[in-house]
């Protein structure tokens, strides 16, 4: 059990430094969008469901298509 | 030469905070409010779910304050958009029959999903909010899949009003009827069932439309005509 | 593998919350400014949840007639969290509307050339 929270909190990492590096706007949002879906995993295992579902609905979901929007709006590359 | 103070200033604060970490233990018990909370709160306030019961009746007001937030942040948007020029150089290619088709098939589905939510916060892990939510995500989905079809935004605005004034107005009405703000005044019925827990299965419909209708029209003022 | 279990989602919560810092501090896209305000959200949000977190806890729901209110996890910090998780989106969509109008004023989103151009 403590492996795949470890495991989880490894790619949390890793996609949160991937949206520090990437120069495509796009790309980094969509490494935001993953470090908010793990975060909705590692809610649940701390045993909290409505956060979880709160992340995961608002987190991931709605921050990323309003992210996206803006972008369209404005510029794409670095 | 930025990128490398960076990180030396960041190592240095992040030793300091993990040289301290023996000081919060986790995952040992704590004495605190939260254990009053557990042991008497189905007696008091009628709710099964925990977590709905602090949010709604202990500290109803601090959601109150979160209501006016949301609405405030919604007001703020659409004043600074309005003035930024639209420029109609983009166009948006239509979308093919299989994908405008399957789009307009699953939106009721996924109303019907939020409003079961929503209406469920104090039984299961829910509420307005999350409910909410899912209901802004139908409107999304019709929005990128049938860009064609828009919603008349005066029906946002609405709704949003009226799930505030629902709420202002119970927590009025429990003042005149008992003396306290936010009072839990109706009959709090038998535990597990959906008419039970007073005030706040009402309170969560009230919130379910407002903050759908307000990420909605959120989405509604950031996309451009075209 | 003691430390490992004791410190596992204080290292994930800490270590969004810095890499979150060094975004601010170092790059000058506005939009990659507000992705880095974000993920310090996220990691905030984890920190608080972690702190009332019970060891063999369960969550504070009586969806069984058997589960005793001492075994619960302390419902106070998600209370909390769903509050500031909403607070959250309500600020990201207000600094994403400035961010178009500051785009559609000076041309650019570089926030060294708009420090220097004095109006």
Redesign the interface.
Known sequence: MIFIIAFLVVVMLAGAIAACLFRDLLNAVIASCLVSLIASILFYFLQAPDVAMAEASIGAALVTAIFIIAIRRTERRE | MRNLIGIVLILIVASGVFLCLDNIPFGASRENVGDFYNSSGVKQTGAVNMVTSVVLNYRGFDTLGEVTILFIASLGLGAVLSTVKTSSREETTPSSLILSTGCRFLFPFILLFGTYTFLHGHLTPGGGFQGGAIIASGFLLRYLGCPAKRTNPSLFVALESTGGLVFTLIGLLGLTLSGFFLFNFLPKGEANTLFSAGIIPVIYIAIGFKVGAELAGIIDGLIVKS | ?NF?????????A???I??????L???K?L??M???L??ID?GV??LL???????K???????RPGIK??N?????P??L???A??????????A??????L??HYG??DMRKIKEQKW
């Open positions: 593998m490992l279990n004791s410190y596992i989602f204080y290292i994930g800490f270590g969004l810095f890499i979150g810092i060094y975004i501090l170092t790059r896209n939009i990659k507000i992705i880095g974000s993920i996220t949000n984890l949840i972690c702190m009332g977190f019970l060891k806890g369960t969550a504070p729901i009586f969806s209110p001492e619960m996890v302390d419902p106070t998600q209370a969290v769903l509050t998780i909403v607070i959250g989106v309500a600020v990201l969509a207000m994403l509307s400035l961010a178009i109008r785009y559609q650019t989103l």
